[in-house]
């Protein structure tokens, strides 16, 4: 990390030590009143940010607002103040020689454990947490912006009003997280105009609406990344109790977690440890991952100069040698020469002999999904959803409900289509010989995962 962007982070963190004293409700002994973790284990572009939207709808679920790396991130958990290589974490990270980072890690999860459930933000106490939680927030996600405390809750307010007024939205009520955020970034952006909402994970047609004057920029919002773009909109969710986190399971979505299951798995010491398994046909998760990396978003990691990717480096000149992008496995410094087709292969390969290793040397609790069937017809999403529930022990009516919607929103995308089969196909040229490639292990890889690539990618 660069001498500027250490002092960025540093800065950063102190300034969300001071919003964390303001976020009074916390679970004390979170980790250890934890009574089940459910970890969904997937690679990058796998589907993990749309099926764990469908699973936030259960209130028998415990979530966070967001993914777990800028907790690890804010407790120097994360590459390189981890010490580790890439996005690994291990069983003998969880130790008294990182009680100080342990603690912070705590800290963050217990302030921002959620469950589904509408709150009243007439109620003041619940107006100021989420006010408290959106700061925590811009925090993240502009470290290098100072923000008034006072000018954010201001603002807060007139949104909420404004939406009240000329949305028929009831007072108290949050009813479109989109709407909301579009609103408010675009009055944020009136005294701080490094913020950009296009790094948001907000539909188009309400940028474009509300804040004209944004323009998209391909590159990095920040040299110190702390949450990766594009940025989560947030929801005001109600308090998680002591008893809730003793009876509730406890859901992860972060797929870097692959590479740290023995970590997670001894930091909550007194939880029952199972894996949601969600596995994506290679060809698109690939095509996926090829189109992240092209995308202004997604950027995690920053080498200056070091990188030199083909159909990266050369298409984007002024960051494509620097950033790199989604998860970091352990031995990714084998792979900054390498094509971006083949650097995505690899991540996607990756990944998943980290989960299959894993649940084949542990006698850990699993099911496998195929992202395949939760966006398929309406009765395969039904009979999968139906399966998922029966195996978390949740009635599963909400995660139904929100699963044969007629509709899946778009979620962490590239595009505003719904997921297309074999949208691959456009990049059959570069991603067939990734496929076939023996020393990739794609082909034995996604056998060992239930699929039959063979007749697909050679027709």
């Not at 250890?32 to 939207?53: D, H, P, Q, T, Y």
């Not at 009003?161 to 609103?183: M, N, V």
């Not at 986190?245 to 010491?269: C, E």
């Not at 083949?342 to 980290?354: I, K, L, M, N, P």
Request: net charge positive; hydrophobic share 40%; proline share 7%.
């Amino acid at each position: 990390m660069k001498p500027e962007t250490e002092h960025i982070f540093k800065k950063a963190c102190r300034t969300i030590e001071r919003i964390n004293s303001c976020r009074q409700h916390m679970i004390p002994d979170f980790c250890a009143n934890i009574k089940e973790v459910i970890v969904i284990a997937s690679s990058s572009r796998g589907g993990s940010s749309l099926f764990s939207e469908i699973l936030r709808h259960s209130p028998e679920l415990l979530h966070f607002k967001g993914e777990i790396n800028p907790f690890l991130t804010l407790a120097g958990l994360s590459y390189p103040h981890s010490g580790r290589a890439g996005d690994l974490l291990d069983a003998q990270d969880v130790g008294p020689h990182n009680a100080a980072k342990l603690l912070r890690f705590e800290r963050e999860m217990a302030l921002d454990v959620a469950l589904m459930g509408e709150v009243n933000l007439g109620e003041d106490i619940i107006l100021s947490r989420f006010i408290h939680d959106l700061r925590w927030r811009l925090g993240v996600q502009w470290p290098e912006i100072d923000f008034d405390p006072g000018v954010i809750t201001t603002e807060v307010k007139k949104v909420l009003a404004e939406l009240c007024r000329q949305h028929g939205w009831q007072a108290g009520s949050f009813k479109d997280p989109q709407l909301f955020h579009t609103l408010f970034l675009r009055n944020i952006r009136q005294k701080y105009k490094g913020v950009n909402p296009y790094y948001y994970d907000l539909r188009p047609d309400l940028l474009q609406r509300y804040c004209p004057d944004a323009k998209k920029d391909s590159n990095s919002p920040s040299s110190c990344i702390i949450e990766e773009p594009p940025f989560v909109p947030i929801v005001p969710r109600p308090n998680v109790s002591a008893q809730m986190a003793k009876t509730k399971p406890l859901i992860f979505k972060t797929p870097s977690n692959v590479y740290r299951l023995n970590f997670l798995k001894k930091a909550f010491p007194n939880a029952k440890f199972r894996i949601l398994h969600l596995v994506r046909n290679p060809e698109d998760s690939i095509n996926g991952l090829i189109d992240g990396w092209r995308y202004n978003g997604f950027f995690s990691h920053e080498f200056p100069r070091k990188l030199n990717i083909s159909g990266y480096s050369d298409k984007f000149p002024l960051w494509g040698k620097s950033w790199w992008k989604y998860d970091l496995p352990p031995d990714w410094q084998e792979w900054i020469n390498r094509p971006l087709e083949y650097v995505c292969g690899f991540q996607w390969r990756s990944a998943h002999q980290a989960i299959l290793d894993y649940t084949e040397q542990n006698q850990t609790d699993f099911l496998r999904v195929k992202f395949e069937d939760v966006v398929g017809p309406i009765s395969t999403r039904r009979q999968v959803f139906s399966r998922i529930a029966q195996w978390l022990g949740i009635t599963g009516d909400e995660i139904i409900k929100a699963a044969v919607a007629d509709d899946l929103p778009p979620i962490m995308a590239t595009t505003t289509m719904p997921p297309l089969k074999r949208r691959w196909f456009e990049k059959t040229a570069i991603i067939r010989p990734v496929l076939t490639d023996p020393q990739m292990e794609i082909l034995s890889t996604a056998a060992r995962l239930g699929y039959k690539l063979d007749e697909e990618i050679n027709a």
